[in-house]
């Protein structure tokens, strides 16, 4: 029996385990991505964990979230990561130079490489037929130590597309329609695999916009095949000789097979406020306030270019916005250069820098009760930094035509013709803002810089005999990393991590994190439980180092999304699902709760457990691997690691 893509390149890598479906696997990585949200903290648990250098074949850090610099704290970061890239032999992607994933698909993603980012778009490479997962931070600190990362082998889902996208229909929307028939929860453990003859006709920017949004049905990566437009991409930008084929056997089988006919597509939107509430653009009739093009998911040169042909001539109605986000400095210069950025500038746009800014609620938010159209891949509930705004996700083709019209509109009934931007034979290649790492003797001297936004991780203690505590909160179903602990505003305290544990929940409940301190100090546990897909969204995993931090020991859920679930237990948190998911309605916030002899049972391999709460008695499961039960009796990875290090050294 043949095999898929995904097995063929994750048995080349296979580190730890035998491949086994659904059976946890240890891969070795290749490379790895940060970005400076993540980052710091990241580095930090590298340096706690003192080793000397990086043990993969290629690091990049990127500056690209926290590029508001109100007040010391952003550059603070940015200095600090600056100088630990230089120490550890890491590429520094400077502020400025663009989005991790536009940029690292630019430039270094290759086909058949595995790629850990610490950021949930990670995927993004798939695009050009890497295996690209996004986890938290310590977990790509550990990979940059050489440690293997451990997944559950995948399912392998087959998206078979056929046909091609006619005039106006777009890779975002293929996405979108992708969303429509997985959702956005229960895809966990699965990989997307995209074959059939329609692949042929996307060039990677397009595979790359289709695998970045993938992130949102909770599969753990997505993955185009290394073909002719493969070649002709890297070629373009410098790299043919990086080429390799790749396809998955002929012979090969798949879980489960998706057929989807890209002639059929049509423009669609994700409406809020969810990315799988998929609508077609034909059935939403509404005035819009705000336009905002760019993000991981779509600001490549053609999206862009296409935009500005689109808008060339034309002004901004009034009574709407428009904020323009190129993906990358590569991007940027390149419409610079050939006079599109002036079309888009007479059209009234607002070009902001090459970040990922609106995207995350870090400029532009929209006004009260507003309708934004936005070209990125996340609506949530106020993660555009103004909750009571409508967030609908679109093609910049959506975009343009509604920025046109003031209302949102179908491009295919602006009566334009469509613009058809080829992707040059030769993008503009300019690598002077990424620092490549220092010779290794050079690397000795270097100090490394540390502002007072820079503080230490902190550490768990090991997990206690028993959990003892109180439920602080209680929440529904789908909550996202994004209500946990929020970004925008709050983004620059990522690296103070008692100071950003202020507003863990802030969005649901602002009372949560006193409470928790309260319970904490009195020496008791914290207790969270939740509804189903708990933890979806980002990769951030001060989702769980500022609970833990605040005392949380333990989350009950329906379930609980991948990156996040391996997050808990890499913070030493338990993260226990319900047998009966109608027990969540047993556990009201303000119940006293108790799991006896946690420990123990940790020690004995079980995974079933009781929780005592009054009368009740609730069963729970914890599905973890023998070296998930290792890392949560620790209190976590990094004093597992550590203590792993110390035992090899002694
Ligand atoms: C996001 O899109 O939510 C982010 C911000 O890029 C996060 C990472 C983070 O929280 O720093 C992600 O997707 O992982
Ligand atoms: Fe940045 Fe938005 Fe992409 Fe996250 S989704 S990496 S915030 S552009």
Redesign the pocket.
Known sequence: MGYTLTEKILRQHLADGSYEQGKEIGIKIDQTLT????GTMAYLQFESMGLEEISTELSVSYVD?NTIQVGFENADDHAYLESIAKKYGIYFSRPGNGICHQVHLERFARPGKTLLG?????PTAGGVGSIAI?AGGLDVAVAMGGGAYYLAAPRVINVRLEGRLQPWATAKDVVLKVLSILSTKGNVGCVCEYTGEGISSLTVPERATITNMG?ETGVTTSIFPSDEQTRRFLKAQGREEQWIALAPDRDATYDQTIDIDLSEIEPLAAAPHSPGNIIRIRDLDLPVDQVMIGS?TNSSYVDLMTVAAMLKGRHLPPGISLGIAPGSRQVLNSIARNGSLSDLISFGARILESS?GF??GNSMSPCTKSVSIRT???NFKG?SGTPSASVYLTSPVVAAASALTGRITDPRDLGISYPRIEMPERFDIDDSMIIPPLLPAKRAEQTICRGPNIGEPPMNSPMPEEISGVVTIRVGDLVT??HI?P?GSR?KY?SNVPKYSEFVFEPLDNGFSGRAIALRDKGRHNVIVAGSSYGQ????E??ALCPMYLGVKAIIAKSIER?HAANLVNFGIAPFSFVREADWEKLPEKTEITVPSIRRSLEAGMSDFIALAGDEKISLKLSLSQRQRDILLAGGLLPFTVKTAERKRD
């Not at 970005?35 to 993540?38: I, V």
Request: aromatic share 0%.
């Open positions: 970005q400076d949200a993540t979230h610490s950021d949930s778009h990670t996004g992130a991981c990922c995207c995350i990125s891949n996340r993660r990393t994004d602990m970004a983004l990522r969204g980002s990769s951030r001060h989702a990156i």
